[in-house]
């Protein structure tokens, strides 16, 4: 029989919630930063539209993540394969919480087995995190956020998977993303997983980190456009 192209049987999930991340060590947390990173700054390189790292440091990660003030909501999901040995010591532990589907497995990282797991650049093949979103006092409105991947058509899959695994542990009326028109993401969202745009707003140079609810500190090249795409649950 022909192997799914991911399948539980090559890769595994390990879920984070977003307030046990920001309690691993530093060496678990840069890993993590720095891969997210190694992701934005292809498409950085590649529309020369903008400067520096998506998360700037550790000491900023919480915030430019999204995470914060919602850290018991919010989750991250880090792909790996099962034959690396961040997944072998996580999996041979008893207190370690395994799920088991038909395409995946995940084994949730947390304060009863943070001290085993450890992790590197070169063990995360994706990840993405969900946060609620800041526009949507209700919770309900889930925002996918540091969104990576390194395998061939991984995106593809790893954030419907995200998706719906999210939507098992919190009720979720829709998923919304805001991303950039000049990195051709509206056309990837709209085509790969289903959103569709309720508006658009411009981004000057000297953005206003309230009136655009991006974080602070980011540094354009050239001003830009931002698509708000929403997917119904």
Not at 200 to 208: G, N
């Amino acid at each position: 029989m022909t192997l799914p192209l991911y399948s539980h049987e090559t890769h595994a999930l390990l879920l984070v919630k977003a307030a046990d991340l920001f309690q691993l060590s530093t060496e678990n947390q840069t890993a993590i930063m720095d891969k997210i990173n190694l992701g934005y700054a292809r498409n950085h390189a590649k529309f020369n539209t903008m400067e520096g790292g998506r998360i700037k440091d550790l000491e900023n990660f919480p915030g430019d993540s999204g995470f914060a003030g919602h850290l018991n909501e919010s989750y991250m999901y880090l792909y790996v394969k099962k034959d690396s040995d961040t997944y072998k010591s996580l999996s041979s532990l008893a207190t370690s919480r395994k799920e088991i589907y038909y395409l995946y497995e995940i084994i949730h990282v947390t304060q009863e087995n943070k001290d085993k797991f450890l992790i590197s650049v070169e063990d995360i093949e994706g990840c993405v995190g969900f946060k609620p979103h800041h526009s949507y006092p209700d919770g309900k409105t889930i925002e996918p956020t540091c969104f990576v991947s390194f395998l061939p058509r991984l995106g593809s899959i790893l954030l419907p998977l995200g998706e719906k695994h999210f939507a098992t542990m919190f009720e979720v009326k829709q998923f919304i993303v805001e991303v950039f028109i000049e990195h051709n993401l509206r056309e990837y969202y709209a085509e790969h997983h289903n959103y569709t745009e309720i508006r658009q707003f411009h981004i000057p140079i000297d953005y206003s980190p309230e009136e655009t609810g991006l974080e602070p500190g980011i540094i354009f090249k050239q001003p830009m456009n931002m698509s708000v795409m929403i997917k119904k649950v």
